[in-house]
């Protein structure tokens, strides 16, 4: 017994690669993944500070895009994710899922151990249940917080459209209300 | 017998006088004992015989893998009429020295009877050792990898793996479990089928007279420990 408890081990090694399917949380795993990587806020701020000469009226203009840049946030990202690595990272990510669910589909679905026939089918279909849900969820993050993105900066568009048709009364002169 | 012969050994010679009589007299007495002793080896052969039959394995190997839980309830559908078979003939080995008793009509506490009840609790005993190590020796290389290998056989059992409160395991466990169906617990279910071929004997086969022994199952089952 304990010849075959040694080989049955050494089977389920084998899958030690893949272990971050059961022992890590989607959830918890991929909120880690988006911490990882710098908030836009944080971007922006840091290239708008190596523009910084020390000149007053430079600083000033820094001030105006840095304001700038707040107010459209709060239109342009509202709701959005602004946290979370680059595209090539993403890009990474996915593929390194996307070759986990090549070897998944390659594992034998039988495997003899000496006297025991081990079917692997059940494993199989749940590893590839759950790496399928590793790689929508990174798929569709950046999906939907691009489309919320688009539709933000659509509404945007049109209020602004929409604004610039009234003029201001303040800022009406003769010439305009006449 | 000895009584019989007594005269031509000490006295007698080929041409005395009641030669003859006494030849006829200790030819019958011959006679009888070389039956006796005849019906004795007889009564042993038969009871080797019957044990010898003990030595097929108790546990019969399918040539597919099945589930784990087909494997135990195959062995059971095997080893019950196999051990009540052994029963059986634990019966007929007890009704063999009866007969041997009831023929030569010893003296129950007789030191020569005592002894030859001995010499054959002694084959009783080689008899069931005989036995369970036969259906071990047979598991032992079932349960070999190599010996599989090297023979190609088709597995024994049937199990899945799967993911279970995130980890991959087993199912059956390989393992004993808490449920009692895991591969080690059937592998010992089956071994404690081998040793209870000690207890099929109804009794040994010396138990009314040995005051140590009693006359329940199981009571070779100590000396096959030892």
């Avoid at chain 1, 081990?9 to 909120?31: P, R």
């Avoid at chain 1, 993944?33 to 500070?49: A, D, V």
């Avoid at chain 2, 200790?26 to 009564?43: P, Q, S």
């Avoid at chain 2, 044990?51 to 190997?61: A, G, N, S, V």
Wanted: aromatic share 6%.
């Amino acid at each position: 017994m304990n010849e075959i408890e040694e080989a049955t081990k050494a089977f389920i090694h084998q899958y030690d690669d893949k272990k971050f399917l059961w022992e890590e949380t989607l959830e918890v795993s991929f909120q880690e993944f988006l911490n990882s990587g710098q908030s836009l806020h944080e971007m922006f701020t840091k290239k708008l500070n190596a523009m910084r000469t020390g000149a007053d009226d430079e600083d000033q203009k820094i001030e105006e895009e840095q304001d700038s840049f707040n107010w459209m946030a709060t239109k342009i990202l509202k709701g959005v994710v602004t946290r979370y690595p680059s595209l090539d990272i993403f890009d990474e990510k996915i593929s390194h899922l996307t070759s986990v669910k090549k070897q998944i589909s390659e594992m034998k679905q039988q495997v003899d151990i000496g006297w025991l026939r081990v079917n692997s089918v059940p494993l199989i279909r749940e590893l590839e249940k759950t790496i399928d849900a590793w790689i929508v969820a990174h798929t569709s993050f950046l999906l939907n917080n691009t489309m919320r993105q688009i539709t933000n900066i659509n509404n945007f568009i049109k209020e602004v459209s929409e604004g610039i048709k009234v003029v201001p009364k303040s800022n009406e002169s003769e010439a305009e209300k006449a | 017998m000895m009584e019989a012969l007594n005269p031509g050994i000490v006295s007698l010679k080929w041409n005395s006088d009641n030669i003859n009589p006494f030849i006829s007299k200790a030819m019958i007495t011959v006679t009888e004992v070389d039956e006796l002793v005849k019906k004795m080896k007889e009564n042993v052969r038969r009871m080797t015989d019957t044990m010898d039959k003990w030595t097929k394995p108790l546990f019969d190997r399918k040539n597919k893998a099945l589930p784990a839980e087909d494997v135990e309830n195959t062995h059971q559908a095997l080893v019950a009429p196999r051990l009540e078979d052994i029963r059986n003939s634990g019966k007929e080995i007890h009704r063999l020295m009866k007969d041997t008793q009831d023929n030569i009509k010893p003296e129950k506490k007789s030191l020569t009877w005592l002894s030859y009840q001995d010499y054959i609790n002694g084959l009783i005993i080689e008899g069931i050792t005989n036995g369970i190590d036969s259906s071990m020796l047979f598991l032992k290389d079932q349960l070999n990898i190599q010996y599989n290998k090297n023979n190609g056989l088709q597995p024994i059992f049937d199990i899945k793996v799967n993911l279970q409160d995130r980890k991959v395991m087993f199912d059956p466990t390989i393992g004993s479990n808490s449920r009692q169906n895991g591969i080690r617990d059937i592998i010992n279910k089956i071994v404690r089928d081998f040793i209870s071929l000690a207890i099929m004997m109804p009794g040994r086969i010396d138990a009314p007279q040995n005051p140590a022994a009693t006359s329940n199952n199981g009571d070779y089952l100590v000396e096959i420990k030892d």
